[in-house]
């Protein structure tokens, strides 16, 4: 007997199989599987293609279980971009993997903690809204974190 | 691969950049974050952020980062000292015009003080003018409210100790006073209420308390050493925090020590210090550990250094000596390199860096 396959489509309406034992390592797809028995297509509108091809790899795994902690370290090291950090973080978070989200997450954390002020805000695409008198005040009370 | 450009931000929710990302940088990065903008500095200085926060650093699973630093405290100025990192941070002066007298405990990146009222001048007083409990990190403190006995305040009162209870999500701080009198101050209704004490008035007075585990205090138990005769024999003993009872739970294996100091409590274990000084000039330190109820001690590493100061979460046992402080891998029985001179106050506490306010329960 053949293992059941499911199907999942991305936001740019790409397909992906994967196999049904796999893919419910993401509590969001197992879940969704239980209620409705997915035989049909299952759209990730917030995840795009390529985010989702690595989400596809990481749940293909073949590690053993003592080794997946170094394994999944790895994984997101080799991927040490901050957006695709980013994006692959927000897909594990709404497809509920806590090891891929935790992992992704901590190497963004790593990357951007002696970042400065602005490399800060570029990296995560925020905007200052802070008056350099606000930011003074902060850095006063603060110094020696600085 | 995708560049900034491609990121919209719908697509990427704050809820992975606050809540998931945030907490894990180091305390340093947090402090400076606060200037990114308003969002994260609000964010930053709420009691949701805390408390996720706590999570994080006191989190068992976790292997990253832990941060155990060694608060060195001065009448009038601190420093700290990352053990890990292996640096010291700048003095930096007390929030507080007072001078700081007495470190009595540290609980989730919280310390608890006895204070003096004169800045500047040292003197040496038997009571102290109030009491705080302090965040070194952020600097928010708060003078507890006045005790009832004021013997509570005596630094004579040999048990003083800050600790959370999970139960009740409350800091407390137990006090027992030279008359034998228990007394509990809960921050949350910042009162003191008197314990109905079963203390003997033949039995001398429990003290080097810990707390359990930094620190979540699941079973509500606190544990003491407790002198038993003039000769230097101690017995480890417990407060029952839901019954108030007093219990003398276990004897120390036997051997001729002269100071005695409770490192760490884990779930499940409790982990005993000895300073033993049977050969002349020579200190030795044996580490026990002993399960819940004490039948069953363990002794973990025997070392010719000065003092243990703390478990760390990697099972080794981070200690001073003549030369500085090093970890001991217990397993092993080796160390590793030495750094910094020995602080020479041993009462300096371990103490990690929380955003814990200590004005959670009252706006200021």
């Known amino acids: 007997m053949s293992k059941k396959t499911l199907t999942l489509m991305s936001k740019d309406k790409q397909l992906f199989n994967i196999e049904e034992h796999l893919a419910v390592q993401s509590v969001t797809i197992r879940n969704m599987v239980k ?8 759209p990730l509108p917030r995840v795009d293609s390529e985010t989702l091809a690595l989400v596809i790899e990481y749940l293909n ?29 927000q897909a594990a978070l709404d ?43 902060i850095r006063d009370e603060f110094q020696w974190a600085f | 691969m995708a560049n900034l450009e491609e990121i919209t931000p719908p697509n990427l929710s704050p809820e992975i950049v606050l809540f998931h990302i945030l907490p894990r940088l180091p305390s340093k990065s947090l402090l400076r974050s606060k200037c990114v903008c308003k969002q994260w500095r609000s964010f930053l200085t709420s009691p949701l952020f805390a408390k996720i926060h706590l999570h994080h650093v006191t989190a068992v699973d976790r292997h990253h980062d832990l941060k155990v630093l060694y608060l060195h405290v001065w009448p009038c100025a601190f420093r700290t000292i990352d053990c890990e990192a292996r640096s010291v941070s700048k003095i930096r002066r007390y929030p507080f015009a007072r001078c700081a007298t007495v470190t009595t405990s540290t609980v989730n990146g919280l310390v608890c003080m006895g204070m003096q009222p004169c800045p500047g001048k040292w003197e040496n007083t038997d009571e102290f003018s109030d009491m705080i409990i302090w965040n070194p990190l952020t600097g928010e403190y708060k003078t507890l409210s006045t ?38 101050y809960s921050l949350r209704s910042d009162s003191w209420r008197k314990l109905e004490s ?91 550990r002993m ?61 990690i860096e929380t955003f814990v306010s200590p004005n959670r329960f009252h706006l200021y």
């Open chain 2, 198 to 288: 079963t203390l003997d008035h033949e039995d001398r007075i429990p003290y080097y308390a810990a707390a359990g585990d930094r620190n979540l205090l699941d079973d509500e138990k606190l544990h003491f050493l407790w002198p038993l005769e003039i000769n230097r024999r101690y017995v480890v003993g417990r407060l029952d925090l839901k019954t108030e009872k007093f219990t003398k739970i276990a004897v120390p294996p036997s051997c001729g020590y002269v100071r005695l100091r409770l490192t760490v409590v884990r779930r499940g274990w409790i982990e005993l210090t000895i300073f033993d000084i049977a050969a002349p000039l020579t200190w030795t330190i044996q580490t026990w």
């Open chain 2, 147 to 184: 005790p009832i006995d004021t013997k509570c305040y005596s630094n004579k009162a040999l048990a003083f100790e800050l600790y959370y209870t999970c139960s009740d999500d409350d800091y407390k701080i137990l006090s027992i006073t030279t008359d034998r009198n228990v007394y509990v």
């Open chain 2, 291 to 351: 399960n819940g109820d004490g039948s069953d001690w363990t002794n973990m590493v025997n070392t010719s250094y000065y003092c243990a100061l703390s478990s760390l979460r990697n099972g080794s046992l981070l200690v001073v000596n003549r030369n500085g402080i090093c970890n001991v891998d217990v397993e092993k029985n080796t160390k590793d390199r030495n750094f910094q001179n020995p602080p020479h106050d041993l009462d300096s506490r371990m103490y």
């Open chain 1, 35 to 42: 209620e409705d028995g997915a035989s049909s297509v299952i």
């Open chain 1, 61 to 89: 795994r073949q590690q053993a279980p003592e080794e997946d902690e170094d394994y999944v370290k790895k994984f997101v090291d080799e991927r040490g971009e901050i957006p695709t950090l980013l994006e692959l973080a």
């Open chain 1, 95 to 137: 497809l509920d993997i806590k090891k891929l989200m935790d992992a992704a997450c901590m190497k963004v954390a790593d990357l951007i903690k002696d970042f400065t002020l602005e490399e800060v805000r570029e990296a995560l695409r925020i905007e200052n809204d802070r008056t350099p008198e606000e930011e003074k005040a």
